[in-house]
């Protein structure tokens, strides 16, 4: 066996994986030629995709002990996958859009995730690109749980925006009552009257317990909160930190969002000590 010969399967075999970009393309290469030197017959093509965010590669061998080495080497590429933006090949991490799990670093996740805005001319954008203006709006409906919102339009178009995105709730804010229908106008209302001060991450984004913004629970006297952090403050300076770290991004994609109001007389709790601390704990 040659190095013309590996790297001819190799690339024979590179275009069988259904993967979404070609940041995996170094990844699925030293898998093959992994395969190559395992043993693999390199007359049978090898296949692979992309699936939960992370590599797949099938193959089978009525050699038991090839089956096991093979195993190890999938077994690697699939861990290495998931730290490995699918679509620049820099290190990443599993992120859900929408309803898909896929391996991105920073960028390329923030690229691919919707920002809402509304300009002063009244336009709904989306990533620097106009969805559709709020005076061809005729209807507005809403989730039982506020977070999901439908527009439509005059020229019988719809439009879905999530809680999920960047502005959600300051677009939710900006339609007119009058859009939606008399049963929900109450509530959409109240929610906006009755914001308060989230003690964590320093927003007017609290509603029934919860925080819009940052989706922690206001502190309780009773339950697991006594149980676990023993006071007020040990809940708070955890909770803090969580979101200083930001280990899932989410305070790096939030950035954009306008939907509240800062609370001016908000507290850090925690020190650059009680951080190093935490982060031992954590990592």
């Not at 708070?236 to 306008?258: G, N, P, S, T």
Request: net charge negative; glycine share 4%; with cysteine.
């Amino acid at each position: 066996m040659n190095k013309e010969e590996i790297n001819h399967f190799v690339e024979r075999n590179l275009t069988n994986f259904s993967v979404n970009s070609t940041g995996w393309d170094s990844l699925i290469r030293k898998l093959l030629f992994e395969f190559a030197i395992a043993g693999w017959n390199r007359e049978h093509r090898v296949f692979g995709k992309e699936k939960f965010g992370g590599l797949r590669c099938y193959t089978y061998s009525e050699d038991e002990a090839l089956n096991n080495k093979l195993k190890i080497i999938k077994d690697k590429y699939s861990e290495l996958s998931v730290k490995t933006c699918e679509i620049c090949g820099s290190e990443g991490k599993i992120r859900t859009i929408g309803s898909w799990q896929t391996t991105l670093c920073l960028s390329h996740f923030l690229e691919q995730q919707p920002v809402i805005e509304i300009n002063n001319k009244q336009n709904i954008r989306r990533n620097n690109n106009t969805v559709l203006n709020i005076k061809n709006i005729i209807k507005a409906e809403v989730e039982y749980d506020l977070q999901k919102l439908c527009l439509y339009t005059n020229q019988e178009e719809e439009f879905y925006f999530s809680w999920q995105e960047p502005n959600y709730y300051l677009l939710l804010k900006t339609i007119p009552l009058s859009f939606f229908p008399e049963d929900r106008r109450s509530e959409i209302s109240t929610l906006f009257q009755d914001l308060q001060d989230c003690e964590i991450c320093g927003y007017k984004a609290v509603h029934q317990r919860n925080c819009l913004r940052c989706h922690n629970e206001s502190w309780n006297d009773s339950g697991y909160f006594i149980e676990d952090y023993g006071e007020k403050s040990n809940y708070i300076k955890e909770c803090q930190m969580d979101i200083f770290i930001d280990e899932d991004d989410y305070e790096k994609y939030f950035k954009h969002d306008r939907s509240f109001e800062k609370s001016p007389d908000h507290q850090i709790l925690f020190s650059s000590d009680d951080l190093r601390e935490y982060e031992k704990f954590l990592f």
